[in-house]
């Protein structure tokens, strides 16, 4: 079945550490999209990718990065220089046309110790 | 920017009541998306809504898009405990790819 992929369901990170948040699909889908997801803020993007080599910034990309080496793959690096990391991130794909909206992964909790 | 604001933030009901949650838009609506998520989860896609007056139902969930008030409904009928989640709206302002969400609605169905 196709769909979206993220891991690790949790993770940990020390202060003025960088991680990586993966997210693969395999829906052929060529838009994927970060959101992050803090309690009473919605759902906010981070960064979105229209095509492969390209990405585009978001409402919230500061401390934050991304690549788009392959249709699918989209990781997220949350860098040391973003100060409040600790939160619900969301990976999401669409196909042209957006008659069924995004399809999104089950999403990585991100918590700094 | 486009801001969509959901009405009510949280809403408890009792199990077999019928309930609605409102999505109301700053600017026109393109396109209109209904998601449910559980806690810790991903968003599941219910519904889409594209022209004004358009209603769309899947099994006990309808939803109402009302173009001239820029806003959309969700009615749930004979609520489940099945149906206890965070229902969050979603708008594409005409740029076709891209959505910005509500800050969603928590439903409680007691039994």
């Known amino acids: 079945d196709g769909g979206i992929t993220q891991s690790p369901k949790y993770l940990f990170r020390k202060e003025g550490q960088n991680v990586t948040l993966s997210c693969e699909q395999n829906?052929?889908?060529?838009?994927m999209y970060w959101y992050r997801q803090d309690p009473g803020q919605g759902l906010r993007l981070i960064y979105y990718?229209?095509?492969?080599?390209?990405?585009q910034k978001g409402d919230i990309a500061e401390g934050y990065s991304v690549s788009r080496e392959k249709k699918e793959s989209f990781p997220l690096t949350v860098t040391s220089a973003q100060k409040n990391p600790t939160a619900f991130y969301l990976c999401?794909?669409?196909?042209?046309?957006?008659?069924?909206?995004?399809?999104f992964g089950s999403g990585t909790r991100l918590t700094v110790v | 920017s486009q801001e969509l604001e959901q009405s009510p933030q949280s809403l408890i009901v009792q199990e077999g009541k019928n309930l609605t949650i409102n999505c109301t838009s700053s600017k026109t609506l393109y396109g209109l998306y209904w998601y449910k998520q559980k806690y810790g989860e991903g968003l599941i896609f219910l519904m889409m809504l594209q022209k004004g007056g358009e209603e769309k139902s899947h099994e006990k969930i309808t939803a109402k898009l009302d173009e001239k008030k820029q806003q959309s409904s969700l009615h749930i009928t004979a609520s489940q405990p099945s149906h206890a989640g965070i229902y969050l709206c979603?708008?594409?302002?005409?740029?076709?790819?891209?959505?910005?969400f509500g800050k969603g609605t928590l439903l409680t169905v007691n039994p």
């Open positions: 999401a794909s669409s196909r042209p046309g957006m008659d069924y909206g995004y399809t």
């Open positions: 990718s229209q095509i492969v080599n390209d990405f």
């Open positions: 979603g708008a594409s302002g005409g740029s076709n790819y891209k959505l910005t």
């Open positions: 829906l052929n889908h060529d838009a």
